[in-house]
């Protein structure tokens, strides 16, 4: 009879995936969140290099300002906020008159 032999496998170490800038970013901001909460309630903050850059209650000046200063990088813009973030998905309803199939 024949055996087949198997041989053993290779086993390739490979190097940590690194997440993008944009989701280490938004890791720093909740690693940053419990202590901005007492010196940033209600403002927007941008993170750039895990660090907090700059901060406004306008969110769209607040992008505009630090883009103007480092470029157009990836960073995270969040509200120093504890109430859990709303996500609206937008959908249509469709009309039926009553008596339709």
Do not use: C
């Not at 970013?25 to 209600?42: K, V």
């Amino acid at each position: 009879m024949n055996e087949a032999t198997i041989p053993p496998t290779l086993a390739i170490p490979l190097p940590p995936i690194e997440p993008p800038k944009g989701e280490r970013e938004y890791q720093a901001f909740l690693r940053l969140l419990p202590g901005l909460l007492a010196t940033h309630r209600g403002k927007y903050v941008a993170v750039h290099d895990g660090q907090v850059v700059d901060s406004d209650t306008d969110e769209v000046g607040l992008i505009l300002r630090v883009q103007a200063r480092i470029g157009y990088v990836p960073l995270y813009v969040g509200l120093v906020t504890d109430q859990p973030l709303v996500i609206r998905i937008p959908h249509y309803r469709e009309y039926r008159p009553q008596g339709s199939p």
